[in-house]
T-cell receptor
Framework: DAGITQSPRHKVTETGTPVTLRCHQTENHRYMYWYRQDPGHGLRLIHYSYGVKDTDKGEVSDGYSVSRSKTEDFLLTLESATSSQTSVYFC??????????????FGPGTRLTVL | GDSVTQMEGPVTLSEEAFLTINCTYTATGYPSLFWYVQYPGEGLQLLLKATKADDKGSNKGFEATYRKETTSFHLEKGSVQVSDSAVYFCALSGSNTGNQFYFGTGTSLTVIP
């Protein structure tokens, strides 16, 4: 299994508070991703990173920011959490192979509840 | 744009039944195709993949063949077990999608003894 951990695994917070989720990898993979998973929507990409300090938006980036200061860590921040951000958040990594040859590996997920 | 459409669930089968979960895709270029499996309370795990047309991916008794002519990558297993109960996701990584993946909405499978 790919070495990916997420912390915390579970979090309950209140509307309007800031929240930071952490993804840590030990595979030295170039790409890291944040997804959210909601019933009926499958996986939706929030942000991704293609290197240290290099990030880009995904399909549902509003209300989220990310940072990557080290290869192994990718942080997802909800600046002011809302109830619509209650979800399960997954981090994924990939080596960044070109030409469609890449494979993503997933972390165990963080269940976030915003009251 | 690139996308994946997979069969709606939930699917309920008896143990030892034959499984097919349909997946079709839309992509420019030559994508790689994947099946991921998610067990309750866990993250997605790569089940199998195929990187070019006519390739067959296989793992743990599951198989899927990359059919370019029908733009499909259907998942099959000859005899399912209770332990196969999970959610299955079809996905693609395009040759020109900048290392982004596109996932289907998932198909929930329950196998009853």
């Amino acid at each position: 299994d790919a070495g990916i951990t997420q912390s915390p695994r579970h979090k309950v917070t209140e509307t309007g508070t800031p929240v930071t989720l952490r993804c840590h990898q030990t595979e030295n993979h170039r790409y890291m991703y944040w997804y959210r998973q909601d019933p009926g929507h499958g996986l939706r990409l929030i942000h991704y990173s293609y290197g240290v300090k290099d990030t880009d938006k995904g399909e549902v980036s509003d209300g989220y920011s990310v940072s990557r200061s080290k290869t192994e860590d990718f942080l997802l921040t909800l600046e002011s959490a809302t109830s619509s951000q209650t979800s399960v958040y997954f981090c994924a990594i990939s080596p960044g192979l070109a030409g469609g040859a890449d494979t993503q590996y997933f972390g165990p997920g963080t269940r976030l509840t915003v009251l | 744009g690139d996308s994946v459409t997979q069969m709606e669930g939930p699917v309920t089968l008896s143990e030892e039944a034959f499984l097919t979960i349909n997946c079709t895709y839309t992509a420019t270029g030559y994508p790689s195709l994947f099946w991921y499996v998610q067990y309750p309370g866990e993250g997605l795990q790569l089940l199998l993949k195929a990187t070019k047309a006519d390739d067959k991916g296989s793992n743990k008794g599951f198989e899927a063949t990359y059919r370019k002519e029908t733009t499909s990558f259907h998942l099959e297993k000859g005899s399912v077990q209770v332990s196969d109960s999970a959610v299955y996701f079809c996905a693609l990584s395009g040759s020109n999608t900048g290392n982004q993946f596109y996932f289907g909405t998932g198909t929930s499978l329950t196998v009853i003894p």
